[in-house]
C-alpha cells in the first residue's frame, strides 16, 4: 500500500522533531536486535520501519534456526558461527524457538560424494550429526520418501521471527524506553561536516515529515540498506539481490526440519512450524526490491523438487506463498547467489567521511543476535559508552502483548481464562477478542493507529485456511464495536488488509483454497462492496480516504 | 447388508440445490413437468436473502437501472448469460420466483424498474432488486433518512450497529446505535440461527421487545441483524413490530446466515407437497446417457438411488458447491466431464491486485453453452440434446463482480426448464402432466 508513494520524493517541512541518542533505521530482527542490545548497554535508540516489523527478509523466511549443517559445504565460517548463535538463542530466547532438530536427506540420484562428505564437515565445524540408516529416518518421519539413500540428524530448530522482534523491541522499551515507530521512512540525512546531524523521515500514512535527531545513525535496512547509504552519500554498501519464493502448507507434514543434502537447490528446505509447515526456497537475482510477488513459475519448481523429499507435498493443500529479497554481500561474483557468501558486513563508512552512520547488512536471522553485537559495539565505542554487550547471557522477558504470533498460545490462554464473552474472532488460529484488544492497546507499535495489517502481524490473526476473509471482517466490526473505529477508516483498513493478504495467496489457489477464494470474493465484493470504497454512484457517499 | 437400490422414473432432474436449482425446480412444478431434485445445499446458505438482478456494468459503476444495464450488457458482453435470454425472461423468472417464495411463507418485494439500495453488515449499501419483505424497511429507512436505531447484540460477532452507524452517519445522520444483551443468551457467542428460532418462541419476543423500547428513544424505525424467525419470519416480525410500537427490518448478517437457511428449509418443507422428489444433501456419483433415458446413480445412507431422467439441468454451482474443479492443472467439470472454458494457464486466473476493478478471469470460466442453455461438447454441438445448464457454472459471467448472481440463476434456469419443456414435447417423452413421482421400489 506504501509501495504506490513515489519513493524518493523531497521532504516537505518537518511538523515534528525527535531526539535520541542512535536512530536504527529497518524494523527487521537485526534492527530490533540492536535496539535491544543497545538498550541493555543503557543507550537509548529509536527503531524505525518505512512498513512495519519484519517487512522484509526478516518475515519472509523459514523460520529456520540454522544447525549450520546447511553451510558446511559453502561457508564454514557461516556454519560455525549459526552452531554458536543456535546455543545463545535456544538459551536466551526460548520462547521464540521450538527445538524440533532436523535431518538432512539425499534421494536417489542425488550426488552420494556429496552425502558421503556431510558428517566429516559438520564435525569440523563442531555441529552434532548422527548419521541414520535411510529406514530409520523414516521412521522418525514418515512423510519421507522411500527414495531416501542417505539421511543425517542436525540439530536445527524452527523460530518465530515477528515475536522474536517483538520481544527484542519490547524489552528495550521496558529497559530504558526506547521507542519503535513503524511506517517512517528515511528520505534525506541533514549533515554538517562529516557527522550527520539527523534524519528527515516521511510518515507513510499521514505523508508528514518527521526530523529525528541523533548521536548516532545505523542503517540496517536489509534489502534497503544501500539505497539508505546512498542517502547519506556513501557508495561502500554493495549489495546483490536474490528472490526467494516459500509456500506454506495446510498441515504440519514433519515433525523436523527436513534439508536436502545436496548442493543448495529450490524446494530443498522443508520446516514445521506451529501448525503449517513452509517449503522453500527458490532464488532468482532480482534488481527490484518493491513489490516482489510469487509466480506460478515459483510455485511449481518448488513443489516438483519438494517432492523428491516428501511425496505428500504433491497433493497437500498449501494455503500461502510470499517472496522476500534477501540481500546477498556482493563478492567473488558467482552465477549462482546460493554460492554468494551468507556472512554479514558491518561497514563503518569512515572511507566516505562520515563519522557517525554505520550499516549492517548481509547475514541471517540465525545470526542476527550476532550482528546485533558487533553493531552496537561499534556504535557504543563511537559514543564512548563502554558496558559490555549482555544479549548473549541476559534472558528476553515474555512481553505480555508479544505471545500471540504464537502458533495454539491464543487457544491455549483462551482457554485457560475460561471466560464465556470473549468470543474467538479469527476461528483458523482461535484468536479471541481480549489478543485484539491487547494488541491494539500495548503491543510494540500501538502508540499510533494500528491497521488489520499491523495486528495481524502481531497475532495469528488470518494465518489460517480462510486467510483472514471472515476474521478480517470480524476483527474490524469488534473494533467498531469499542469505539476504535469511529468512520470508514475501518472499512478502507479491510479492504487493504484483504488486499494484502491476497498477494500471498494468488498463485496457490486452486482446490480447497479456490472456493475459499470465491467465497471470500463473494464476501468482501459481492456483499459488502468493498471494491466499490471509491466508485461514484448516487448512493454511495464518499469519505475521506484515510491511507 | 446389500441394501435395495430405490429407483425414480422423472422427467427432469435437477442437479444442484442452489438459487439456480431451486428456481428450476419452481418452473418445472408450475409447468407440471415431473421434476426430482437432487444435490447438496451448496451455497444458498450464503446468501444474503437479496437478489441481484445486475448492479454494476462498468468497473467503476453501480446501477441504478438494471434493466438498462441489462440493454448495455448486450453490446458489449454478447456471450454474458443475461445477454442472451430476453427482458420479459428475466421479470417473468423473477416474477414467478418471487411468487413462489411469497406463497410459500417467505414474502419478498416484487421487482421494480429499478435496484434498490440495501444496507449491508458493514455500513455499505449494496444495489440489489429484490429484497425479502422483512428487509424493505431498511431500503425505505434509508431513502428517507429516517430517525432510525440499529441494535445489536452482545456476542454476535461480524455485526455491529456502531459499525453501520459510522459508517453511514455522513449523510445519515439520524441514525443511532444501541447493543443489547438477548434474551437467555446473556453470555458466550450468539449464532443468528439460534437467535432466530428462540424469536419463534412469544415469551423470547416478548422479553426482546421490553429490551428494545427500552432503548427506543426518537426512533421511528428499528434495524436488527437478521434473526426474526426461521419460518414465516413476516409473522415474528409483525408480531415483535406490534410489541415494540414501531417498525422493524432485518440487515443480513455474516453468512451463512438466516435468510438462505430460511429459503432453504422452505424449499424442503414445500417442494414435496408439490409432487417435486427431492433428494436435497446427497451429490450424485454419475450421470450416463443412455438411449432411453438419463441415468443418475448417488446413494444415501439407505442405500443405492437411481434416477431415470428424460432431462437433466446442470444447476451446479462454481467452486464453492463443488460444480467446477480447480485443480494445479486446470479447472474441470467433475460430474459429466463437460469442456470447461478458462484461462489458458493457471498464471491467467488472477489479476495482481484483489480488488482490481476488472475482476479476475477464472470467474468467466465456466460451461459454454447454446441459446437454450444446451452445454457443448468440444466438438461445438450440444453434449446431448436432453442436457441443460443454469446457474453460476456458466461461462463468460463475472456473478461477484457484476452483482448479478440470481439473475443469472433465475433467468437461465427459466430459459432452460423451458427448452426442456420443448424438448419433452419434442421427444413425446412427458408422460402426464400432474404425476406424482414417487419412487418404485424394485423388489
Avoid at chain 1, 519421507?144 to 523460530?159: C, G
Avoid at chain 1, 563503518?348 to 552512520?357: K, P, R
Avoid at chain 2, 444474503?48 to 462498468?58: I, K, P, W
Wanted: proline letters at 6%.
Amino acid at each position: 500500500m506504501m509501495a504506490t508513494l513515489p519513493p524518493r520524493s523531497g521532504p516537505t517541512r518537518p511538523t515534528a522533531s525527535l531526539e535520541t541518542e542512535v536512530l536504527i533505521i529497518g524494523g527487521g530482527a537485526t534492527g530490533a536486535g540492536i535496539m535491544r542490545d543497545l538498550a541493555l548497554r543503557g543507550i537509548h535508540s529509536l527503531l524505525i520501519d518505512k512498513k512495519d516489523l519484519c517487512a522484509g527478509a526478516s518475515g519472509g523466511n523459514h523460520g529456520l534456526l540454522h544447525s549450520g549443517g546447511r553451510y558446511v559445504f559453502s561457508d564454514p565460517q557461516s556454519a560455525i558461527e549459526c552452531r554458536e548463535e543456535g546455543h545463545i538463542l535456544k538459551r536466551v530466547l526460548p520462547q521464540c524457538i521450538e527445538q524440533t532438530g532436523g535431518l538432512f536427506v539425499a534421494v536417489d540420484g542425488d550426488d552420494e560424494g556429496f552425502a558421503a562428505d556431510f558428517a566429516g564437515l559438520c564435525a569440523a565445524a563442531g555441529i552434532a550429526c548422527t548419521p541414520l540408516l535411510p529406514a530409520e529416518a523414516r521412521e522418525l518421519e514418515p512423510a519421507l520418501s522411500e527414495r531416501v539413500v542417505a539421511a543425517y540428524q542436525v540439530p536445527d530448530a524452527t523460530i518465530d521471527p515477528f515475536r522474536l522482534a517483538l520481544e527484542n523491541v519490547n524489552q528495550a522499551r521496558l529497559v530504558n524506553g526506547s521507542i519503535y515507530r513503524p511506517h517512517t521512512e528515511v528520505v534525506a540525512f541533514e549533515k554538517s561536516g562529516d557527522v550527520i546531524v539527523s534524519a528527515l523521515c516521511r510518515d507513510n500514512r499521514s505523508g508528514e515529515t518527521v526530523r529525528i535527531v541523533a548521536q548516532q545513525f545505523v542503517n540496517a535496512g536489509g534489502a534497503w540498506a544501500m539505497d539508505i547509504a546512498r542517502l547519506a552519500g556513501c557508495d561502500d554498501v554493495r549489495l546483490l539481490y536474490s528472490k526467494g519464493t516459500l509456500l506454506v502448507t495446510h498441515d504440519r507434514m514433519i515433525r523436523r526440519v527436513i534439508n536436502r543434502l545436496r548442493p543448495p537447490a529450490d524446494g530443498d528446505i522443508l520446516v514445521p512450524g506451529g501448525t503449517v509447515s513452509i517449503l522453500g526456497t527458490t532464488s532468482l537475482r532480482t534488481d527490484a526490491l518493491n513489490a516482489v510477488q510469487p509466480t506460478v513459475d515459483e510455485i511449481n519448481r518448488n513443489i516438483r523438487e519438494g517432492m523428491a523429499m516428501v511425496p505428500a507435498l504433491a497433493h497437500a493443500r498449501y494455503i500461502r506463498a510470499f517472496s522476500r529479497v534477501r540481500p546477498l554481500l556482493q563478492a567473488g561474483g558467482g552465477a549462482d547467489d546460493r554460492q554468494a557468501t551468507r556472512g554479514f558486513a558491518l561497514i563503518d563508512h569512515h572511507s566516505q567521511g562520515i563519522a557517525n552512520l554505520c550499516t549492517i547488512t548481509g547475514g541471517k536471522l540465525t545470526t542476527y543476535r550476532l550482528m546485533a553485537e558487533k553493531t552496537a559495539d561499534l556504535v557504543a565505542a563511537r559514543i564512548g559508552n563502554t558496558a559490555p554487550c549482555r544479549t548473549a547471557v541476559d534472558i528476553v522477558p515474555d512481553g505480555e502483548a508479544c505471545r500471540w504470533t504464537e502458533p495454539g498460545a491464543a487457544p491455549k490462554l483462551w482457554y485457560r481464562a475460561g471466560d464465556p464473552d470473549d468470543t474467538i474472532l479469527c476461528e483458523c488460529e482461535m484468536v479471541p477478542q481480549s489478543a485484539i484488544d491487547q494488541i491494539v492497546r500495548c503491543a510494540p507499535g500501538a502508540e499510533a493507529e494500528m491497521t488489520l495489517e499491523a495486528i495481524a502481524l502481531r497475532s495469528r490473526a488470518g494465518k489460517g485456511p480462510c486467510q483472514g476473509s471472515f476474521c478480517g471482517i470480524r476483527i474490524a466490526s469488534h473494533l467498531y464495536d469499542r469505539g476504535y473505529y469511529r468512520d470508514r477508516t475501518g472499512l478502507l483498513h479491510m479492504r487493504d488488509f484483504f488486499n494484502e493478504r491476497f498477494k500471498g495467496q494468488r498463485a496457490v489457489i486452486w482446490g480447497q483454497q479456490m472456493a475459499q477464494m470465491e467465497l471470500a470474493e463473494a464476501l468482501h465484493c459481492g456483499l459488502l462492496g468493498l471494491d466499490c470504497l471509491d466508485s461514484p454512484s448516487e448512493t454511495v457517499t464518499e469519505g475521506e480516504a484515510q491511507s | 447388508m446389500i441394501r435395495e437400490e430405490r429407483q425414480f422414473t422423472v422427467d427432469l432432474a435437477v442437479i444442484g440445490s442452489g438459487l439456480a436449482g431451486f428456481a428450476a425446480s419452481i418452473f418445472a412444478i408450475n409447468r407440471g413437468i415431473r421434476t426430482a431434485q437432487i444435490g447438496n445445499t451448496g451455497a444458498v446458505a450464503y446468501t444474503t436473502g437479496y437478489l441481484d438482478l445486475f448492479g454494476r456494468l462498468a468497473a467503476d459503476q453501480l446501477l441504478d437501472d438494471p434493466w438498462r444495464g441489462l440493454r448495455q450488457l448486450a453490446a458489449s458482453q454478447p456471450q454474458h448469460p443475461l445477454a442472451r435470454v430476453t427482458e420479459a425472461e428475466v421479470r417473468a423468472a423473477f416474477d414467478e420466483f418471487v411468487a413462489f417464495l411469497t406463497e410459500a411463507g417467505v414474502p419478498y418485494g416484487q421487482a421494480g424498474e429499478r435496484n434498490v439500495m440495501a444496507l449491508t453488515p458493514a455500513g455499505t449499501i449494496k444495489p440489489t432488486l429484490c429484497v425479502p419483505s422483512t428487509m424493505q424497511g431498511g431500503v425505505d429507512a434509508l431513502a428517507a433518512r429516517a430517525r432510525c436505531l440499529i441494535v445489536d447484540f452482545r456476542g454476535l460477532r461480524g455485526f455491529s450497529a456502531r459499525q453501520v452507524v459510522a459508517n453511514l452517519r455522513q449523510e445519515w445522520p439520524q441514525l443511532r446505535a444501541e447493543q443489547l444483551v438477548f434474551p437467555g443468551m446473556e453470555h458466550g457467542e450468539l449464532y443468528p440461527e439460534v437467535m432466530a428460532r428462540s424469536l419463534e418462541v412469544p415469551a423470547c419476543r416478548e422479553e426482546l421487545a421490553a429490551r428494545i423500547r427500552d432503548v427506543l428513544g426518537d426512533a421511528d424505525v428499528v434495524g436488527l441483524p437478521a434473526i426474526l424467525g426461521m419460518h414465516h419470519p413476516h409473522l415474528v416480525m409483525a408480531e415483535m413490530e406490534r410489541l415494540i410500537g414501531r417498525p422493524l427490518f432485518e440487515i443480513p448478517t455474516m453468512p451463512p446466515a438466516v435468510p438462505g437457511i430460511r429459503l432453504r428449509e422452505m424449499f424442503e418443507q414445500v417442494f414435496p407437497t408439490r409432487g417435486l422428489t427431492l433428494i436435497p444433501q446427497q451429490k450424485v456419483d454419475a450421470v450416463r446417457f443412455a438411449d432411453e433415458a438419463v441415468r443418475l446413480s448417488l446413494a444415501d445412507s439407505y442405500g443405492p438411488i437411481a434416477i431415470s431422467a428424460q432431462t437433466v439441468i446442470l444447476a451446479t454451482g462454481r467452486f464453492l458447491s463443488g460444480g467446477l474443479l480447480a485443480s494445479f492443472d486446470g479447472i474441470s467439470e467433475p460430474l459429466i466431464g463437460l469442456p470447461v472454458t478458462q484461462p489458458p494457464s493457471r498464471e491467467g486466473w488472477f489479476r495482481e491486485q484483489y480488488m482490481d476493478k476488472e475482476g479476475h478471469p477464472v470467474h468467466t470460466a465456466g460451461i459454454v453453452t447454446d441459446a437454450d442453455f444446451r452445454p457443448l461438447s468440444a466438438e461445438g454441438g450440444p453434449y446431448d440434446r436432453r442436457l441443460f445448464a443454469a446457474g453460476l457454472i456458466l461461462a463468460h459471467q463475472d456473478w461477484i463482480r457484476g452483482r448479478c448472481g440470481a439473475g443469472i440463476a433465475l433467468a437461465s434456469a427459466f430459459r432452460a426448464v423451458d427448452a426442456v419443456g420443448r424438448e419433452l414435447a419434442r421427444s413425446g417423452g412427458q408422460s402426464g402432466k400432474h404425476q406424482s413421482a414417487e419412487g418404485r421400489r424394485d423388489v
